[in-house]
T-cell receptor, first 114, second 116 residues
Framework: AQKVTQAQTEISVVEKEDVTLDCVYE???????LFWYKQPPSGELVFLIR??????QNEISGRYSWNFQKSTSSFNFTITASQVVDSAVYFC???????????FGTGTRLQVFP | GAGVSQSPRYKVAKRGQDVALRCDPI?????LFWYQQALGQGPEFLTY????????KSGLPSDRFFAERPEGSVSTLKIQRTQQEDSAVYLC??????????????FGPGTRLTVT
């Protein structure tokens, strides 16, 4: 069975703080794909990143960075110097190699206060 | 280019009514997905099309739910005899590729269905 756990239901920070959103996954597939999506108040899910299981390099994109560790089945997301516009619900998701459906976590609501 | 579009954005139905939700995928995307998102939850998979073929409908909650994509482009999700538990946001996503490859799904804005 495949499962994604986002233990943090809600996080509140003050602007310019760094924040890390945790994601732990379970899968029996040897090849799989991990994703992060952002859902702002408008409701549309915005794709942020895809990580393939065979590529454990961490990635940085501007203020965003992702730490993928197969040994702990984790794919954490860090926002550096957070801004009010980062306020949203963030979802981690998993897809197996031979499937097409995304398995989502329950999401983490991030509130960034000025 | 244009993203995934969905209509209507909001739908209020009385219990027992039938509803039809439309999804226009990104042009050229072969794969199309429907998800259901209950309040405060992550999206849950309903069904998947590759072109006009419905390859996976394992997530449809009952036989009141029916989806089609007759020409491999626009898709319609139909819910018959709506129940209050059907109230949710219905999300459509599309992608350029399919099973066994590395790809991401791009989502539309969703249709918020409220059954009264």
């Amino acid at each position: 069975a495949q499962k994604v756990t986002q233990a943090q239901t809600e996080i509140s920070v003050v602007e310019k703080e760094d924040v890390t959103l945790d994601c732990v996954y379970e899968t029996r597939d040897t090849t799989y794909y991990l994703f992060w999506y952002k859902q702002p108040p408008s409701g549309e899910l915005v794709f942020l990143i895809r990580r393939n299981s065979f590529d454990e390099q961490n990635e940085i994109s501007g203020r965003y960075s992702w730490n993928f560790q197969k040994s702990t089945s984790s794919f954490n997301f860090t926002i550096t110097a957070s801004q009010v516009v980062d306020s949203a619900v963030y979802f981690c998701a998993l897809r197996g190699y031979n499937t097409d459906k995304l398995i989502f976590g329950t999401g983490t609501r991030l509130q960034v206060f000025p | 280019g244009a993203g995934v579009s969905q209509s209507p954005r909001y739908k209020v139905a009385k219990r027992g009514q039938d509803v039809a939700l439309r999804c226009d995928p990104i042009s050229g995307h072969v794969s199309l997905f429907w998800y259901q998102q209950a309040l405060g939850q992550g999206p849950e998979f309903l069904t998947y099309f590759q072109n006009e073929a419905q390859l996976d409908k394992s997530g449809l909650p009952s036989d009141r739910f029916f989806a089609e994509r007759p020409e491999g482009s626009v898709s319609t999700l139909k819910i018959q005899r709506t129940q209050q538990e059907d109230s949710a946001v219905y999300l459509c996503a599309s992608s350029l590729a399919s099973t066994g490859t590395a790809y991401e799904q791009y989502f539309g804005p969703g249709t918020r269905l409220t059954v009264t």
